[in-house]
Structures are given as structure tokens and as C-alpha cells.
T-cell receptor
Framework: GAGVSQTPSNKVTEKGKYVELRCDPI?????LYWYRQSLGQGPEFLIYFQGTGAADDSGLPNDRFFAVRPEGSVSTLKIQRTERGDSAVYLCASSPEGNSPLHFGNGTRLTVT | KQEVTQIPAALSVPEGENLVLNCSFTDSAIYNLQWFRQDPGKGLTSLLL?????REQTSGRLNASLDKSSGRSTLYIAASQPGDSATYLC????????????FGPGTRLSVLP
């Protein structure tokens, strides 16, 4: 079946602009995660959804970052007033429930110029 | 705060060799540990998941062990092949049932033909 899909695969934006990154999880997966990965480092946790609710948003770096999952499937990560330090690969993962392996998408490479 | 380290950072071996990758974590109160593989420009693929009550898991040529009390896990790859070349990451899930998985920085493996 289809895996986790992330769009766009690449996004270049100017400093100060607003961006939205989309994640389509595997159908039926209730758990959804957003991570951020910088070059040469492991992914850094941002936020976790169980169904429609953000069960843990402790990894969001500041209030410029926000994520939603209104119908318990597709999720959107929103970044306001982007800064050059936001440049990274943003990864989305899903799993059937909390104790199962994570399935990752290929990520969105965000570049803020 | 949980910290995960991986040694070595990079490893190059000739085809056919058996090899061991190491993962260490500072807080032994974990729920499970996962090993992932990441190919350049791609997301992560789950290889093995070990529950905190387990000592090891095997899948094909891969064997992962877990020593929770000492904060260590190893990934053993038998009869390495050029197709095994990738970055290997470990991630731990907190023991308080949190979903904020903590990743190590990865070991970049090159298997030379």
C-alpha cells in the first residue's frame, strides 16, 4: 500500500514568509509525528498527534510553529515569519498505535533564504 | 533529559564483513528502542523494534540487542553487502509512555565492493 506522503518535497522561501508543509499518513494510522532533521544530525521531535488532537507539542521550538490534523488523517505543519535557522528537512511519520514501528515519509526540504 | 549517542560516526568496511554499530542512551527508563536506516535524501525505514522487556530482535542478517540497565544497544549486520550502505540511527521512546522519541545522530556505513 501507499506509504507516508509529504508535499512539497522541496520548498524555498524568503525570510519572513509563511509556509505550510503537508503530510498524508498511511491510511488507518492514528499516531502522527513531525520531526526536524538538520544535516548530519538525527531527527528532532516536534509534535505528536493521536487522532485529531496534539497529544504532545513539547518539541515545537517557539510560537511561530503550529500543526493541525483536523480530521485525524492529513496533517499540516505551519511556520510563520520564517527564519534562516528554520532551514532543515521536516519529516513526518505515522504508526498504527504508539507501540508500533514508525513509518516515515521522505521529508520536505525547507530552505529559507 | 535523555541523550542518545552513536559510535562510530562513520564506518567503512569491505563487502562480506560482519559489523557492529553501537547506540548508548543516558536514561535507562525507556519503553522501547528502534533501529532505522536512512538512505541519502530519503526518510527513515524501521529495521527492528525492541521492547524494554526484550534482550534482542532478529530480522534476516540483522540482529539488535538491548541492555537497558547499562543504556546500550548494538546492531549486528552479518555478511555486509554494498546495498547495506546507508546511515543507521537508533531512537528510544521514553519510559513514561511519552511519544517524543529521541534519536541518535547516526552511523554512516559504507560497504565497499
Amino acid at each position: 500500500g501507499a506509504g507516508v506522503s509529504q508535499t512539497p518535497s522541496n520548498k524555498v522561501t524568503e525570510k519572513g514568509k509563511y509556509v505550510e508543509l503537508r503530510c498524508d499518513p498511511i491510511s488507518g494510522h492514528t499516531a502522527l509525528y513531525w520531526y526536524r532533521q538538520s544535516l548530519g544530525q538525527g531527527p528532532e521531535f516536534l509534535i505528536y498527534f493521536q487522532g485529531t488532537g496534539a497529544a504532545d507539542d513539547s518539541g515545537l521550538p517557539n510560537d511561530r510553529f503550529f500543526a493541525v490534523r483536523p480530521e485525524g488523517s492529513v496533517s499540516t505543519l505551519k511556520i510563520q515569519r520564517t527564519e534562516r535557522g528554520d532551514s532543515a528537512v521536516y519529516l513526518c511519520a505515522s504508526s498504527p498505535e504508539g507501540n508500533s514501528p514508525l513509518h516515515f515519509g521522505n521529508g520536505t526540504r525547507l530552505t529559507v533564504t | 533529559k535523555q541523550e542518545v549517542t552513536q559510535i562510530p560516526a562513520a564506518l567503512s568496511v569491505p563487502e562480506g564483513e560482519n559489523l557492529v554499530l553501537n547506540c548508548s542512551f543516558t536514561d535507562s527508563a525507556i519503553y522501547n528502542l528502534q533501529w532505522f536506516r536512512q538512505d541519502p535524501g530519503k526518510g527513515l525505514t524501521s529495521l527492528l523494534l525492541i521492547q524494554s522487556s526484550q534482550r534482542e530482535q532478529t530480522s534476516g542478517r540483522l540482529n539488535a540487542s538491548l541492555d537497558k540497565s547499562s543504556g546500550r544497544s548494538t546492531l549486528y549486520i552479518a555478511a555486509s553487502q554494498p546495498g547495506d550502505s546507508a546511515t543507521y540511527l537508533c531512537a528510544v521512546r521514553p519510559g513514561d509512555y511519552g511519544q517524543n522519541f529521541v534519536f541518535g545522530p547516526g552511523t554512516r556505513l559504507s560497504v565497499l565492493p
